[in-house]
């Protein structure tokens, strides 16, 4: 069955640290650009971040508010992307879905999609 | 960094409704717009990729269309299946998304 299945979620104080993990199942992951989008309480999607494919680079992107905090990594021999959190502020409390990025010339989206982990930053 | 806006944020509408959404993006991103729909404790699925071409398995009520800043989803016949919020996100550079547009009973 092809799937995401995302882990690692909880509650942690401000300033703390988290890892998160996305286990992938039945695709080839070592080709797929793997992201991050997270969806704070009540409110829309946020894309957090990406890793593409080591074919491809293997490169990082983040978006503004976690650039310098948060750092994404894949180990394609365990099938497994992760999204270690540091110095974490009450606004990165979310539910946090990793996602498939298909990418062409003129084609890139998000199709395959994990069920979510909820973080919770608080005192 | 590239700005989505949509609308309406909100709207009622009853089965078999045509429905229409509009979103725009702060500049041009060609047809890099996707479409998205999402429902209560669930994870966001994929309805239309580059502006119009419909995701394998998703009914052919949806459509898209558009092309440069601005497009639109229709939902031809409203299906109460379909009462979800929907999200557009351009892919054009660093991904963002629109803030949602919920589509309730009306």
């Known amino acids: 069955e092809v799937q995401l299945v995302e882990s690692g979620g909880g509650l942690v104080k401000p300033g703390g640290s988290l890892r998160l993990s996305c286990a992938a199942s039945?695709?080839?992951?070592?080709?797929?650009?793997m992201s991050w989008v997270r969806q704070a309480p009540g409110k829309g999607l946020e894309w957090v971040g990406r890793?593409?494919?080591?074919?491809?680079?293997?490169?990082?992107d983040y978006a503004a508010p976690v650039k310098g905090r948060f750092t994404i990594s894949r180990d394609d021999s365990k099938n497994t992307l992760y999204l270690q959190m540091n110095s974490l502020k009450t606004e990165d409390t979310a539910v946090y879905y990793c996602t498939t990025e298909y990418d062409s010339s003129d084609e890139r989206y998000f199709d395959l999609w994990g069920r979510g982990t909820l973080v919770t930053v608080s005192s | 960094d590239i700005q989505m806006t949509q609308s309406p944020s909100s709207l009622s509408a009853s089965v078999g409704d045509r429905v229409t959404i509009t979103c725009r993006a702060s500049q041009s991103i060609s047809s890099y717009l996707n479409w998205y729909q999402q429902k209560p404790g669930k994870a966001p699925k994929l309805l239309i990729y580059a502006a119009s071409s419909l995701q394998s398995g998703v009914p052919s009520r949806f459509s898209g269309s558009g092309s440069g800043t601005d497009f639109t989803l229709t939902i031809s016949s409203l299906q109460p299946e379909d009462f979800a919020t929907y999200y557009c996100?351009?892919?054009?550079?660093?991904?963002?998304f629109g803030p949602g547009t919920k589509v309730d009973i009306k």
């Open positions: 996100q351009q892919s054009y550079s660093t991904p963002s």
């Open positions: 039945g695709f080839t992951f070592s080709n797929a650009w």
């Open positions: 890793i593409k494919s080591k074919t491809d680079g293997g490169t990082t």
